[in-house]
């Protein structure tokens, strides 16, 4: 009776552990790390699409250290975290680097002395509300009117609203503002290289790359950067790796902390039992199958057995809008020749194949069937832009 007992409650215990809401964590991180809210593995994962052909290389133990003597050509630097406190050695290798031409991007709520003091900047740090009592909204939009958008790009959680106070107009140029007109993106000179300074850096975490409204800031912001080898600092990040001990990173770990109850579970059980060792059976663990893939092409053979030549290019249309939303970050509601141009910018697919490919999606709502050849013309077209996309 007693055995019984104990193992309901322990079934009771790790099913709570298991079940229980997990909590958004909402700390500022900035690491590629990281999938948090506040994390920037997914920005990462995207930055490789902004330099198509170029090396996206990450540096954990700063560009004094990773260089040595050398100096890159070419390049660009990226450091966004909520403190940029940049050692002296690092910040005087980025000055060298930038006065030889290459490019640094940096995001900061706020910025080491020896920053404000060798670019002349200062800007204002105002602190994000708590989410439960935020409800004002903040707007960005761009100077330049190729990248600006009408009705600005609006903010409503967890979003600070910093500016720039001062500035050196010398050798300054202002690129972003907010919707009251203070400076918070700016573009500074110095020798054949610029600074790109923007501070307001959550607005490039993922929280914000997954609002289908505001992921192509991100991607305006960092289209003044060449294509060109960049380089992403990891050792200025709130949530760089931290010493901890072993049970210290189990237990802060929810899936380790999860397996970790689920191994004392065990060992209780097993004494209980009077440790009984019993062979278990071998699984043979099957490779898994893409089975949506599987479906389509299941679905596909039917229509085309059936002659419904129609059917299969609707539905290959779909499956490409789709394509467009989660792999592209394209909203497929803009107007089709508004959407045209950012297809083709993101893809590096001629906009004449996507024209086509509307043009035909278009017709075929028109009518009750299609030809064979019509079908494999449209799906030339498609077969093309798979082949050719970024």
């Not at 170029?54 to 890159?72: N, Q, S």
Request: charged share 20%; with cysteine.
């Amino acid at each position: 009776m007693m055995s019984f007992i104990l193992i309901i409650g322990l079934i009771v215990m790790v099913a709570a552990i298991i079940y229980s809401p997990k909590k958004v964590d909402w700390r500022p991180s900035y690491s590629k790390r990281h999938s948090l809210p506040l994390g920037m593995d997914l920005v990462f994962k995207v930055s490789e699409k902004l330099f198509p052909g170029k090396d996206l290389v990450v540096v954990h133990r700063g560009v004094a250290d990773f260089f040595g003597e050398e100096l890159p050509s070419n390049s660009n630097f990226l450091l966004v975290n909520d403190l940029l406190e940049i050692e002296q050695k690092d910040w005087s290798k980025l000055m060298q680097a930038v006065e030889a031409g290459n490019m640094v991007f940096m995001a900061a709520d706020r910025f080491s002395q020896n920053i404000v003091d060798s670019l002349g900047i200062d800007n204002r740090y105002a602190e994000p509300l708590p989410l439960e009592i935020l409800s004002d909204s903040v707007g960005f939009n761009f100077a330049n009117r190729r990248l600006k958008v009408a009705g600005n790009f609006w903010y409503s959680q967890a979003v600070t609203n910093n500016r720039f106070v001062h500035y050196d107009s010398l050798r300054t140029t202002v690129l972003g503002y907010n919707n009251k007109g203070a400076t918070n993106y700016i573009r500074v000179k110095h020798g054949q290289g610029f600074f790109y300074i923007n501070c307001n850096p959550i607005v490039f975490t993922n929280y914000h790359l997954l609002d289908r409204n505001n992921s192509d800031y991100i991607f305006r912001a960092l289209s003044y950067l060449p294509v060109a080898t960049t380089y992403w600092d990891e050792k200025y990040k709130s949530g760089a790796p931290a010493l901890v001990s072993e049970m210290g990173y189990i237990l802060n770990n929810r899936e380790l902390r999860i397996a970790w109850y689920l191994f004392l579970s065990g060992v209780i059980l097993y004494f209980v039992f009077q440790g009984k060792r019993k062979q278990r059976p071998i699984l043979v663990i099957n490779s898994p199958s893409n089975s949506s893939l599987d479906f389509v092409e299941s679905v596909a053979r039917l229509y085309y057995i059936n002659g419904d030549h129609l059917n299969i290019a609707k539905k290959r249309y779909l499956y490409f809008l789709d394509f467009l939303r989660s792999k592209l970050f394209l909203d497929t509601s803009l107007h089709e020749s508004r959407l045209i141009e950012e297809c083709s910018r993101k893809s590096g697919v001629p906009e004449r194949t996507f024209a086509s490919i509307f043009r035909m999606a278009r017709n075929m709502d028109k009518v009750d069937k299609i030809t064979l050849e019509d079908l494999h013309q449209f799906n030339r077209q498609l077969e093309f832009f798979y082949k050719n996309c970024n």
